[in-house]
């Protein structure tokens, strides 16, 4: 086995991440393609076991937390199970490692850039991921409504006219899932959102969860905010 594939392993062993030998298969292989294409493409600032770590593992992390969250949407839904959408994917991160570790529910990378659209169209096809959608576009004009979102390495909260059209189109009973670092800056930028008629409320409600990525001593955290349904009241 080689290092990385170890590393790999015993990374997701340590997230309790299932999917065995298939899972780690993929997961090596998108490894491998960003690595063939970053030369030209730029796609991340890292190789190696840094890759694996601050990407692949970081984007992990969290996928119980969005599992429940996915969870709860369907839970109450009359239009199907959620599906997730990766906004400013970029280089598929997180979704594509979360869609390989979760083949039964549907993802939706959005990315604005025609060169990470190609990248992103070819590892559909070469890692099989039949439940990915890939979509072209600026975030502020992709098709909605969004049942539950993730971003990473993404715009901060503090642009309020992007998160406010992001709010909008988000499904009654959805959730936003956004990958952020120190839990003291996540919470700063909370407080942006205080201000505005719209986002102050969820901003108010939302919870801030810290996680811990395998191997990575820096300080990780995801924030949640939920939307409430139909004639409900969040509690």
């Not at 997730?84 to 993802?107: E, H, N, Q, W």
């Not at 992709?142 to 715009?155: E, K, L, Q």
Request: charged share 25%.
């Amino acid at each position: 086995m080689s290092d990385l594939s170890s590393l790999l392993k015993r990374g997701l062993n340590s997230l309790s991440a299932e999917g065995g030998a298939p899972v780690l298969e993929k997961l090596l292989k998108y490894v491998s393609e960003i690595e063939t294409w970053n030369p030209a493409y730029s796609l991340v600032a890292a190789s190696g076991e840094d890759l694996v770590v601050k990407h692949i593992l970081d984007s992990l992390a969290p996928w119980r937390l969005l599992a429940a969250l996915a969870g709860e949407f369907d839970a109450g839904s009359s239009t199907g199970p959620a599906v997730v959408s990766d906004l400013g994917t970029g280089a598929g991160l997180p979704g594509i490692p979360l869609s390989i570790l979760m083949p039964g529910r549907k993802f939706r990378l959005v990315e604005r850039m025609g060169k990470r659209i190609s990248f992103l169209e070819s590892q559909k096809l070469i890692l099989s991921l039949d439940n990915v959608e890939i979509v072209e576009s600026e975030v502020e004009r992709a098709p909605g409504p969004f049942d539950i979102v993730v971003f990473r390495a993404f715009r901060p909260f503090a642009e309020l006219k992007l998160f406010k059209l992001i709010w909008k189109n988000l499904s009654p009973g959805g959730a936003i899932l956004a990958y952020k670092g120190k839990l003291l800056n996540a919470k700063r930028e909370l407080d942006a959102l205080d201000a505005d008629p719209l986002l102050s409320e969820p901003a108010a409600s939302a919870e801030v969860r810290g996680f811990c990525v395998p191997f990575l001593e820096e300080e990780r955290c995801a924030v949640v905010m939920r939307k409430a349904r139909l004639g409900l009241i969040p509690s």
